[in-house]
């Protein structure tokens, strides 16, 4: 089993916004070309895979991210063979039955997105279960968010159905609409940095509103090599670019927004 979990505290964000410091999400791509490139199957690819989610996991907080979502499975992969999605949905239960009391020992939440009606009752039940475990009050250090069976078009598209009869909204009323209610429905910050894994440049259906503003970083790197020194240097380069949305640039560096340092 992997080690426990260490957890800095990240800075402090916007009040009523959930998971403080940057908000970071990450395609997680190159799995199956992974283990390919070395004469294994895919699936020993997306177990190697999921090392590198507890990696970044327990990296994340001390490199100030206090949301991390992570596009765990497309409402498009149900595509794949029947046998890769089996595989896909056995290790998805069994890092939240393994990870979850870790992480509401460490002081991280966890929530996942997208759709459950296509899921099968117990890994429904995993999914409850993880996410009630995590939900104590001290659980709001670091807020990991995990994206499965998820459209941002699909998201987009239920938030707009229920826009019905409540008049011209904010961008930020459509947010809170745009917050998976079903399951949380509790607001986060939208996407300071999207990181891509696999070489691919493309989001590929994945927060589509929320990054309207994200800093884009797409590395070759596959995910299953995919280290913390690669997400330091991602975040290095993040507080390197200047964001200025749309405003003319100010003398407020962006580390001393979040209030931290990556060395």
């Known amino acids: 089993m992997s080690a426990p979990l260490r957890?800095?505290?990240?800075?402090?964000?916007?009040?009523?916004?959930?998971?403080?410091?940057?908000?970071?999400?990450?395609?997680m791509d190159g799995n199956g070309r992974w283990a390919i490139s070395r004469g294994r199957p895919r699936s020993a690819g997306h177990a190697a895979g999921v090392e590198a989610?507890?990696?970044?996991?327990?990296?994340?907080?001390?490199?100030?991210?206090?949301?991390?979502?992570?596009?765990?499975?497309?409402?498009d992969n149900w595509r794949r063979p029947d046998?890769?999605?089996?595989?896909?949905?056995?290790?998805?239960?069994?890092?939240?039955?393994?990870?979850?009391?870790?992480?509401?020992k460490n002081g991280i939440r966890i929530a996942v997105i997208g759709r459950r009606d296509r899921l099968s009752p117990g890994l429904?039940?995993?999914v409850?279960?993880?996410?009630?475990?995590?939900?104590?009050?001290?659980?709001?250090?670091?807020?990991?968010?995990?994206?499965?069976?998820y459209s941002a078009?699909?998201?987009?598209?239920?938030?707009?159905?229920?826009?019905?009869?409540?008049?011209?909204?904010?961008?930020?009323?459509?947010?809170?609409?745009?917050?998976?209610?079903?399951?949380?429905?509790r607001p986060v910050p939208d996407v300071d940095l999207l990181i891509r894994t696999g070489g691919e440049q493309r989001l590929s259906d994945f927060l589509l509103w929320e990054c309207a503003y994200a800093e884009l970083i797409f590395t070759d790197r596959m995910w299953p090599d995919f280290e913390r020194a690669d997400l330091a240097e991602a975040v290095r380069e993040f507080h390197r670019r200047e964001?200025?949305?749309?405003?003319?640039?100010?003398?407020?560096s962006v580390e001393e927004r979040v209030g931290v340092s990556v060395r």
């Open 128 to 149: 409850e279960e993880a996410e009630a475990v995590t939900a104590g009050a001290g659980a709001d250090r670091f807020l990991l968010r995990i994206a499965v069976d």
């Open 153 to 185: 078009r699909d998201a987009i598209l239920r938030a707009a159905g229920r826009c019905h009869g409540q008049g011209e909204l904010s961008r930020e009323a459509f947010s809170q609409l745009l917050a998976d209610p079903p399951h949380d429905g």
């Open 83 to 104: 046998a890769e999605v089996r595989a896909l949905m056995r290790l998805f239960r069994s890092y939240l039955t393994a990870e979850a009391a870790k992480c509401a």
């Open 53 to 75: 989610v507890r990696r970044v996991v327990e990296a994340a907080g001390e490199l100030g991210i206090g949301t991390l979502t992570l596009f765990a499975f497309s409402s």
């Open 7 to 27: 957890l800095a505290p990240p800075a402090t964000g916007p009040a009523g916004l959930a998971g403080p410091g940057l908000h970071a999400a990450i395609i």
């Open 243 to 252: 964001r200025r949305f749309g405003a003319v640039p100010g003398p407020v």
């Open 124 to 126: 429904v039940r995993v």
